[in-house]
Each structure stands twice: as C-alpha cells, then as structure tokens.
C-alpha cells in the first residue's frame, strides 16, 4: 500500500513538501499509530532486542537519524511507530530559515536522498519548549530522545563554542543524549570544525553547559563527524573522544563526495564507508565508548552490518521515505528474530 502512495502520491509533491507532510502526519496522527501498535500492525520490540547503552536501554537497535523531525514535534508518533529513540535537530540557538530553496531532492536510481537545507529551525528555545512539554505525559517520558545541536550560519569559527555551550544548556534537561553536529555540508565552514583543535573547545564548552543545565544527572555527549573524513582524521576524533571522556561518536552524516549536484547525499550509497567509519573507530576507541552506525541503513542485514562493525546502536533516516511508516518496527523485528530481511 505505501508503494502505491509513495509512486502516486508523494512522488508529485516537491521532496521538502513531502517531508512537511509525513511530520504532520506522525505528530498529529500519533493516536492512530498508537491504534496500529495496538493491533500489531507495528509491534512493539521483544525484550531480547534490548540494547544498553549510555546508560540506558534501549528497546532495539534502530532509532532515527537526525534531519526528520527539526523541531522535535513528531516524537510521540515516531517513537510509537518503532524507532529505538528519536533524535531531533538539528537544533541552532537562535532561530534561522535555512538555506534558499530547491534544497531537496531525490535520487530514485540509488534510493537515496540529497539535502543543502542548512539547519532550518525554530532554535533551541522553542525546542525546550516542545521537548518541556513532552515529557510532560508519561508517553513522552518513556520516549528515549537525542537532540543534535549546531551552530547558527552566521557564527563565526571562533564563537562557535559559545553556540554549542548554549543548546547544551538550554535542551539538556530534557535530552537522553546530545550529539554535537560538526559534519553537516550544508553550513559553510561547518565541516572544518571536525578538526581536532576546533573540536576540543567547542566539545568542551557543549559538556559544560550540559553540566551546568543537568548536574542531578549525566546527560550523555556524542559527536557526529562526516564519512568524508581521511582515516587519520578519524583516528584523531577518535583520540579526542577518549581524551575528553565523550559518551560516544555517531557515524556518519551525508556525503559531499557524489557528482549529483549541491548537497549532501544520503542512503544506500554510503552503507558500505559507514562500516569501515565504525569498524576504524571501534577498534581505536576499545570497547565501552558509545558508536552509533547511520548512513545506507535499509534491511536488517544492513543495519547487522553495522553492528558486527561495532555499532552499539544503529540510526535510518531515508529508508523511512522509500519504504514508509512500517519499516522501523519491521527492521528491528526482524533484527530481534533474526528473520531474513526480505520479510515483510
């Protein structure tokens, strides 16, 4: 049926309309998605999915990726559709519309999704706000809930800490974990802060300001880096993670390096240098830091891939557009039962 909806449907609206409308859809027909729980239509994951991370458990291996839901609206209706956790943001501190349109599209051919959206978002403030009043019902409160974090266009290099220490600060008290975004394309110089001593500052100041806005509690600090970075980068990352006692590392956000057009690119083409991204980190980072595997995540054999490559947790993102609202709780399922991933 999604097929039909997806080629019909969804294919005759523009990318960012379509993602418009699928946000909507999970934040306002969150009931129903619930309904469909109820009837199994998206079970919940058994207990042998559990994975215990960061301090937490986590129902199965497979969250959402940041880039979805930008606002944090949409939690209720993702996280009951199946999805481990939820992360949301990119948020920035002060509200900001993004870069010009067109920004989105779509690469039927690979199944994938290109994006130069440039954190559009409502800022740190209205995303407290939301994420306040989420965890206000007891359904938002068992929602596990990341919030990635970055930096507003028009911050300079050397003021970015303060930007991070910020939405640290401000979305702690309501995060199960914050992810630092160095590694999006799509903001003009955001990817040269990946390098190590731009990092450690701006790592620094994020862990402070989570400290300061949660000190009853240990709010979990990871960094995101992009699939494009040289392995001795990555090494370096890596040693500045263990350095600063970080929680984890997430691997990886899109691609620059395709010959598509403006943007970063996401999807299946980059499964296959997520893995060898986690599998480099796993082994320079031991065995107790957090790695979280995104980028290329379709079957469950994928996201198994990333896993025996040494991901704790796995996170999609497009396969959600190509394959629609049952595909979360079906991959975990099948991850859970060990089910082939042709299962449907």
């Known amino acids: 049926m999604y097929d039909l909806l997806f080629r019909q449907v969804l294919l005759r609206m523009s990318p960012e309309r379509a993602h418009r409308m699928a946000v909507a859809a999970f934040r306002w027909g969150w009931p129903l998605v619930a309904l469909a729980r109820s009837l199994r239509l998206m079970p919940a994951a058994r207990a042998s999915a559990a994975v215990e991370a960061m301090g937490a458990v986590f129902p199965a291996p497979v969250g959402l ?10 939690v209720k209706g993702l996280w009951l559709a199946g999805f481990s ?3 949301i943001g990119t948020v920035t501190p002060k509200p900001q519309p993004g870069n010009d349109p067109p920004r989105a599209w779509r690469e039927l051919d690979v199944r994938g999704l290109r994006n130069r959206m440039g954190f559009n978002n409502a800022g740190a403030d209205a995303a407290a706000r939301r994420l306040a009043a989420l965890r206000r019902s007891a359904l938002g409160r068992s929602a596990l809930v990341g919030v ?8 300079s290099a050397d003021d970015a800490p303060l930007d ?4 640290a600060r401000v979305l702690a008290p309501y995060a199960d974990y914050l992810v630092v975004n160095v590694s999006s394309p799509n903001t003009t110089g955001l990817r040269d802060l990946q390098s190590v001593g731009a990092l450690r500052p701006i790592l620094e100041h994020a862990r402070a300001g989570a400290i300061e806005a949660a000190s009853s509690r240990k709010v979990p600090l990871l960094v995101k880096i992009a699939p494009d970075l ?3 980068d990555i090494d370096a990352v890596a040693g500045l993670a263990l350095d600063l006692g970080l929680d984890g590392i997430v691997a990886a956000n899109t691609t620059v390096r395709h010959d598509r057009g403006p ?3 996401s999807g299946p083409p980059l499964l296959s240098r997520s893995i060898e991204v986690i599998a480099r980190l796993r082994l320079r980072v031991g065995e107790d830091m957090c790695l979280i595997g ?11 891939a990333l896993l025996d490559a040494g991901a704790n947790l796995v996170q999609g ?3 959600l557009v190509y394959e629609g609202p049952l595909w979360p709780s079906r991959i975990n399922r099948q991850l859970a039962t060990g089910a082939p991933s042709d299962e449907r």
């Not at 991070?164 to 939405?167: I, L």
């Not at 995104?294 to 198994?304: E, I, K, L, M, S």
């Open 65 to 74: 990726a940041a880039g979805l839901d930008k606002e944090g609206v949409a």
């Open 85 to 87: 956790h939820v992360e």
């Open 148 to 155: 990635n974090i970055g930096k507003n266009k028009n911050t």
């Open 164 to 167: 991070y220490a910020y939405c």
């Open 230 to 232: 040289a392995d001795e």
């Open 263 to 265: 943007g970063g690119l």
């Open 294 to 304: 995104v980028g290329g995540v379709v079957t469950a054999d994928d996201a198994r």
């Open 317 to 319: 993102y497009t396969a």
